[in-house]
């Protein structure tokens, strides 16, 4: 099924991120219990959790140490583990079994963090050191701007607010919600649509999908690279009237738009399909865009 996002920042996005938020807070005290640990922790360690079943949420204090709350079943205590290293630049805790948990993890801000779980959501926000998210099935959002970022989740969705320097993000169904970007940004999924919307010219962007959609909606400057890749989801780049850039768009059976110069596509050279090349401004930036059927649009930012 072709998955079609809502814009960043609509009342449906707001919607999903209230849920996930409302997920990762409130849980049943019945039947379980708290585990508490607090050690001291150095600015720029790195901290590994794994927590299969269960939610993991993650925030950046300015203090040097860790400290772990966990809500789990007695089972899980049984299960509950912790470890710093002795210099205290490196830790690990996870829950072996014992049914589902709820964890929190507070680190330097400058510390790194590795998260992993299976069908529990993973809330991150505030670290930057390096950050990798990963869950089987959970969705995962991710606040701040990490040094990096990797994030990745087969059912799940994944939703950026910040601008890590360099991010690398993927899904197997789930939807991808960037709001903000990075200078380095790759966006991967197979069938999740993905959502695009910057508060900075991007620098360098990748964004791939199969059957999802793509709504990119950025302003780009000199230097700036989107390359866009699809088989059959429709995708939309909007950017500022007037932007300078470069455009080359093709497609095998889809259709293309431009509203942005009005310049009409044209039948390929030499092969089956349509291609379309165009400047606006005194180009500069490149857009490049290929999909096998589906259609693609360009238009100005302010055109909603």
Not at 1 to 20: D, K
Request: proline share 4%; hydrophobic share 40%; aromatic share 4%.
């Amino acid at each position: 099924m072709r998955t079609h996002l809502p814009p960043s920042g609509s009342r449906t996005a707001r919607a999903a991120l209230a849920a996930l938020s409302a997920l990762l807070i409130a849980w049943p005290v019945a039947g379980q219990t708290v585990v508490e640990r607090t050690v001291p922790f150095a600015r720029d360690g790195a901290f590994r959790v794994m927590v299969m079943e269960g939610t993991v949420r993650a925030r950046a204090w300015d203090r040097d140490s860790v400290r772990v709350v966990a809500r789990v079943t007695a089972e899980g205590r049984r299960g509950f583990y912790m470890g710093v290293s002795r210099k205290g630049d490196g830790g690990k805790m996870g829950i072996e079994d014992g049914g589902p948990a709820h964890v929190e993890v507070f680190l330097p801000r400058g510390a790194s963090v590795w998260v992993k779980t299976s069908e529990g959501a993973i809330d991150v926000a505030g670290i930057e050191g390096s950050v990798d998210a990963f869950s089987v099935t959970g969705a995962i959002r991710l606040a701040g701007s990490p040094r990096s970022l990797h994030a990745e989740s087969m059912g799940g969705g994944v939703r950026l607010e910040g601008e890590p320097r360099v991010a690398r993000i993927r899904t197997g169904a789930g939807d991808i919600d960037v709001n903000g970007g990075g200078p380095d940004l790759t966006l991967s999924s197979v069938n999740g649509g993905i959502v695009v919307s910057t508060t900075a010219p991007l620098r360098r962007a990748l964004v791939e999908t199969v059957g999802g959609s793509v709504s990119v909606r950025t302003a780009l400057s000199a230097g700036s690279t989107l390359v866009i890749n699809s088989h059959d989801g429709p995708v939309e780049v909007a950017l500022p009237a007037g932007t300078d850039v470069d455009f080359l768009m093709s497609t095998l059976e889809g259709g293309l738009r431009n509203l942005l110069t009005g310049r009409d596509a044209r039948k390929a050279t030499g092969l089956r399909g349509r291609e379309l090349s165009f400047t606006s401004g005194f180009g500069g930036a490149e857009v490049t865009v290929r999909t096998f059927s589906g259609s693609v649009t360009v238009r100005p930012l302010d055109r909603d």
